[in-house]
């Protein structure tokens, strides 16, 4: 109720919004590398990528959970523990896992493959990881990853760094 030399005015009514839920984050901290040997099990002329990630920490509207401002661009600090499941970034809604996309173009624009990470492989904690399999060796494969939950994938992530703003996720398989 506002009130002034005037008087008093009529009191207005009580309004209640609770946010509705989001697409995640983009996941953190990603990368890739060319593996051989051990869970590699590619036959002769094959090998593997390794995917490795972290958990979103900035929401998809992309402000961080904890400020920053201008002082800190480039570290988000963890989103409250009640924000979701621990401290992701993840719009409210659980994580149920991420999409790992790779392509021979860094722009995806020719063929797009994808390896689906489920929830019962999400629930143990950072770092994540894909094991990319059957891939001629000598090849460049371009790699990026989304986050996915009850409301759809989050933006991709596909550059190294906390938060994706490092060079492009590639390997050569060797």
Known sequence: MAKNRAGKGTPSRTL???????APGSPSSASVSSVSGGSC??????????????????????IFCTGGGSADLTT?????????????ADGGSPITGYRVEYSTTSDFSGAVYSVSI??????????????????PIGQEYFVRIAAVNSRGFSSFTDSDG???AGARLSATVA
């Not at 489920?118 to 891939?135: N, W, Y």
């Open 16 to 22: 209640k919004r609770t946010p509705s839920l989001q």
């Open 41 to 62: 099990t590619s036959g002769a002329g094959f090998s593997c990528l390794e995917v490795q990630w972290g958990f979103p920490r900035v929401p998809g509207h992309g």
């Open 76 to 88: 988000p600090g963890l989103c409250p523990a009640l924000m979701g499941r621990a401290n992701e």
């Open 118 to 135: 489920g929830e019962s492989q999400v629930v143990g904690g950072e770092p994540f990881s894909a094991l990319i399999s059957d891939l």
């Open 162 to 164: 906390l938060i994706g």
